[in-house]
Every structure is written in structure tokens, then in C-alpha cells.
């Protein structure tokens, strides 16, 4: 079954970095647009950032462009996300998600938490 597991989070300082990871497994991931999401207390879930199935294209919101990078490694099946330049406005759990376009299902990580505080 598809699985997908986050690690990298933690706390950092305002203007520090990070660097999550997403590895994937249980279907074909070379295949697959990839996704992070994030969650902070009391808002709703938000999409970050999202790849293309080879990595050669790349979406950020707004407020992130410029400071995070999301990239993949297909041979790993890993999606990475470098997040740099943090700022309190990025605390929150960030979710690696990724879609079945035949069937609709969103699948979804267990989140890893991103503290960003002095």
C-alpha cells in the first residue's frame, strides 16, 4: 500500500534552515506529482510546494518562493523539501501528499513538525 514518511522537522531559529524528507513506497513514485502541505494551529491545511513527476517543474505559494526548494530523487523514491530563511510564519506540521489521478485519493504522510522560534 502507498506509504509516505516525513522526517527532517524540528525547531530552529527565525532565519535558520531545514531540510524534510519524504520517502515514499507502494507505488510507482517516477510517476507521481508530489506534494508538501502544511498545517498550523487553528488554520486550515495549505499547499506549499509541488513537483512534477520528473522534477523538471516546480509550484510554490506565495509566501515561500524564494526561500524553499522542493526537489526529488526518483532512484530513491525521496522528495526533499530545503527550507531556508525560516520564519515563525512557517511553524507547523508539514504533510508530504500525493494524489492517485485515476482514482482521486489523496494520500498523506504523518506529518512532520516545523518549529520556528528564538
Known amino acids: 500500500q502507498v506509504q509516505l514518511a516525513e522526517s527532517g522537522g524540528g525547531l530552529v531559529q527565525p532565519g535558520g534552515s531545514l531540510r524534510l524528507s519524504c520517502a515514499a513506497s507502494?507505488?510507482?513514485?517516477?510517476?507521481?506529482?508530489m506534494s508538501w502541505y502544511r498545517q498550523a494551529p487553528g488554520k486550515e491545511r495549505e499547499l506549499v510546494a509541488s513537483?512534477?513527476?520528473?522534477?523538471?517543474?516546480?509550484n510554490y505559494v506565495d509566501s515561500v518562493k524564494g526561500r524553499f526548494t522542493l526537489s526529488r530523487d526518483n532512484a530513491k523514491n525521496t522528495v526533499y523539501l530545503q527550507m531556508n530563511n525560516l520564519k515563525s510564519q512557517d511553524t507547523a506540521m508539514y504533510y508530504c501528499?500525493?494524489?492517485?489521478?485515476?482514482?482521486?485519493?489523496?494520500?498523506w504522510g504523518e506529518g512532520t513538525r516545523v518549529i520556528v522560534s528564538s
Open positions: 507502494g507505488f510507482t513514485f517516477s510517476s507521481y506529482i
Open positions: 513537483i512534477s513527476n520528473t522534477g523538471s517543474s516546480t
Open positions: 501528499n500525493t494524489r492517485d489521478l485515476w482514482s482521486g485519493i489523496d494520500y
